[in-house]
């Protein structure tokens, strides 16, 4: 009996069975795991009523997705954004199983979102949201179940609303079910710039097993915020000459190299509003994607998704993408890149220093004991180094390109659980 194959109208939702499918098949995947896999285990709807600042009652929709939890409890985000829904869930909860099982940590993949325009609340309203989200989302999420983090538009503070809400609720602290808090609160440090130091280490490793010193390889990093302002940064130390960043206000460029602390100093200064507008120093041209383009080795995406599309990969210079940003790469820009003999290491691969570094956060907080930022450090670097090797050396073996060595790895890893603990009952 073949498989029936689900679809989705929802595009993420499709482009993540398509991944999924893909890879199964190349691996000679069975039958009964391909169901097991291509379906969330427990999907949430719920409904948050909040007294607004007007005195009027609006009930928001929110939604918590646990894909899997073969390896261990669901790790994931929660988005509050105007187009969250319960599909584009799904699709990234199953793009978190990938992840955590690829980043070799103990955790399954789930993610989550309120659909709520963030520009049309007040701190009020959205701390009200926050909690009630929390309440209705309780009875599913613990550090055993379901361990949820910061994502589009939810930050540290919103994760305290939540464990102050859960742990009210349940009589006592219950600070391991979410990740992203601030160190004053259970956080941990290392990590702001935990998901940029993972991608700048991916990129150093790939030149390192490519023969490439680091030491003068020139990059272009799209995006300044905490992805692409930290891999700037950790690829500069690297000795890396950072040529050409980019942010929403346009692109800069500098043959010589960009100074990177004085690009950090302009976005930190208040009066640039996090943004590089103005900067002296490098070229301006018009448009954050002009940096695609740039002449360079390492062309790094850590803005935003569908960057890299069927309409511009053709004109990209770079030998080398790291992706820092989630889903910079469209199937169809990728088969460009595939067809010129660019290597792309994928996002998931590249990025997962955030979740690696969520899960040090988790572990720190069940034993009660905090680690300096350079132990975290360090043993994250350890973890992103091992990783990207482990799929480099399968690429090698399996003769596939990196994208679909990191599903073959990280599906396969899925399925043995899935194999060793056997279906229930
Ligand atoms: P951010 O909001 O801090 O920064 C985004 C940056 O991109 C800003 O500098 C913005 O000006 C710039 N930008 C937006 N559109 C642009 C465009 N068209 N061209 C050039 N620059 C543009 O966000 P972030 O946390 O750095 O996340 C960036 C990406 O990385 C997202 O895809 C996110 O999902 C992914 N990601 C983030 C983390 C994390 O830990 N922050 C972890 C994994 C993946």
Redesign the pocket.
């Given at each position: 009996m073949a498989v029936v194959k689900r679809t989705s109208s929802n595009s993420e939702l499709s482009t993540a069975l398509e991944n999924f499918y893909g890879a199964a098949e190349e691996m000679g995947l069975s039958e009964g795991l391909i169901e097991i896999l291509s379906r969330s285990e427990r999907m949430l709807c719920v409904s948050i009523p909040i007294e607004m600042d007007d005195g009027s009652i609006k009930v928001f929709e929110g939604f918590r997705v646990q894909h899997s939890s073969a390896i261990g409890p669901a790790k994931g985000g929660i988005r509050f954004d105007h187009e969250v829904c319960l599909d584009e869930c799904e699709a990234l909860g199953i793009a978190m199983t990938w992840k955590c099982a690829l980043a070799g940590i103990p955790y399954g993949g789930g993610k989550g979102g309120v659909c709520v325009d963030v520009t049309k609340i007040s701190k009020k309203e959205k701390e009200k949201i926050s909690r009630t989200f929390a309440a209705r989302i309780e009875p599913i999420v613990g550090a055993w179940t379901d361990v949820p983090a910061p994502?589009?538009n939810t930050d540290g503070q919103v994760m305290v609303w939540f464990t102050d809400t859960i742990s009210k609720m349940r009589n006592r602290l219950e600070p391991a079910i979410f990740t992203g808090k601030p160190p004053l609160f259970w956080g941990s440090l290392g990590r702001n710039e935990?998901?940029g130091l993972g991608v700048a280490t991916c990129a150093i490793e790939l030149l390192k097993v490519e023969g490439i010193d680091p030491k003068g390889a020139t990059v272009a990093v799209?995006?300044?915020?905490?992805?692409?302002?930290f891999t700037a940064k950790f690829m500069a130390e690297a000795g890396a000459k950072v040529v050409a960043v980019?942010?929403?206000?346009g692109?800069y460029f500098n043959p010589a190299g960009i100074d990177i602390k004085a690009a950090f100093d302009h976005i930190s200064n208040p009066a640039n509003k996090?943004?590089l507008t103005g900067f002296a120093g490098a070229e301006f041209k018009e448009?954050?994607?002009a940096?695609i383009f740039a002449d360079c080795d390492i062309l790094m995406p850590?803005?935003?998704?569908s960057?890299i599309t069927g309409k511009n990969a053709d004109k990209i210079k770079a030998k080398y993408i790291v992706e820092?940003?989630?889903?910079?790469t469209t199937p169809d820009g990728d088969a460009i890149l595939k067809s010129k003999g660019i290597i792309a290491i994928p996002?998931f691969l590249a990025?997962s220093?955030?979740?690696i570094?969520s899960y040090f956060e988790w572990c720190q907080d069940l034993s009660g004991y905090f680690w300096s930022k350079e132990e975290y450090n360090e043993r994250l670097v350890k973890i992103m180094s091992n990783n990207f090797r482990d799929v480099w050396a399968y690429a090698k073996e399996k003769n596939v390109v990196m994208r679909r060595a990191a599903f073959m790895k990280a599906i396969q890893r899925v399925a043995d659980r899935v194999e060793m603990r056997g279906v229930f009952m």
């Open positions: 994502d589009m935990a998901t799209q995006g300044f915020g905490n992805v692409g302002s980019s942010d929403l206000s692109s996090k943004l448009g954050g994607d940096v850590c803005a935003g998704g960057q820092g940003a989630n889903y910079p996002d990025n220093g955030g979740v570094g």
